[in-house]
């Protein structure tokens, strides 16, 4: 039997079936190495190090520098009797409650302004947000100051209602970031409304949340110094002792430990927001 030049030049091994080539299962081409898995990322010991030990450094050659100080009487009177530490945990205090207190109105509120029942109040409650961070700190703790009266209640109310926007914000994108598609295949599996929310929409939200929580941490440390013109207490009692008196010492100091809580808050909640974001959400190399 005649064959064609096509037929004679096919490798051996390779069958014609209705016009396409095939090979035998013993002479199959390797196949290709299954991607690279991908790792989730953890914390490098730079991240874990490198910040705690520069404020380890800032905060020792403040000390020496202290140690070394000609202090007059006014500068030794503010910083005697534990003044210093006193000011220090009421700043943490007034920090972590205000924090708190932050959590749980701007977190719920966020979810329920996406419930379909509640979203055409969502640029009403966006709106008043706005106005409570768009006033100045000093002007908001004045008049909770009038209303109020002195004291760490009219502190804690000025720093929470300052900090609720960038945690409330950052909740409402999250949840609306979520693929509907994702949210679909989760009710057609029979999960219910709560099932969801708890299992596939604030899981897929917790990068966007914890990076609300965070400028927010920053943001209260920072408020925070404003509470000693309301009676608060806090870092802010030596900074402005320092600058009324004009005591370069205790106005050093109290901005010193100010920016080093900042920095260590920050340094924290970036910690917690890789450790805490959910697995599956995790990106590495």
């Given at each position: 039997m005649s064959t064609s030049p096509e037929q004679r030049q096919r490798p051996e091994g390779e069958h014609e079936v209705k016009g396409l080539a095939f090979r035998d299962d013993d002479e199959a081409e390797p196949e290709a190495p299954p991607p690279r898995a991908v790792t989730a990322r953890r914390v490098s010991w730079q991240k874990l190090t490198f910040l705690p030990a520069l404020l380890v450094a800032v905060l020792l050659a403040t000390w020496l520098w202290f140690r070394q100080a000609d202090l007059d009487p006014i500068s030794e009177n503010a910083l005697a009797d534990g003044q210093v530490s006193k000011a220090l945990w009421q700043h943490i205090e007034l920090t972590v409650v205000s924090t708190?207190?932050?959590?749980i109105i701007a977190i719920p509120l966020g979810i329920l302004l996406t419930r379909k029942a509640f979203r055409k109040a969502t640029p009403v409650a966006m709106t008043i947000a706005n106005m409570g961070q768009a006033t100045p700190a000093i002007g908001l703790l004045a008049l909770l100051v009038i209303w109020l009266g002195t004291g760490t209640r009219s502190a804690l109310i000025g720093i929470t209602l300052y900090a609720i926007l960038p945690v409330l914000s950052n909740t409402i994108a999250g949840l609306k970031a979520n693929d509907p598609t994702l949210l679909e295949a989760a009710r057609g599996i029979g999960m219910s409304s709560m099932g969801v929310l708890s299992r596939v929409e604030l899981p897929l939200?917790?990068?966007?949340?914890?990076?609300?929580?965070?400028?927010?941490l920053v943001l209260n440390v920072g408020t925070a110094t404003l509470a000693t013109f309301g009676g608060g207490g806090g870092l802010g009692v030596l900074i402005t002792t320092g600058i009324t008196n004009q005591r370069m010492p205790v106005l050093v100091l109290g901005s010193i430990l100010t920016v080093s809580l900042a920095l260590l808050v920050d340094w924290l909640a970036s910690l917690a927001e890789l450790l805490l974001r959910p697995r599956g959400l995790e990106v590495g190399t």
């Open positions: 708190f207190f932050v959590l939200a917790v990068p966007l949340i914890l990076a609300g929580v965070r400028t927010a």
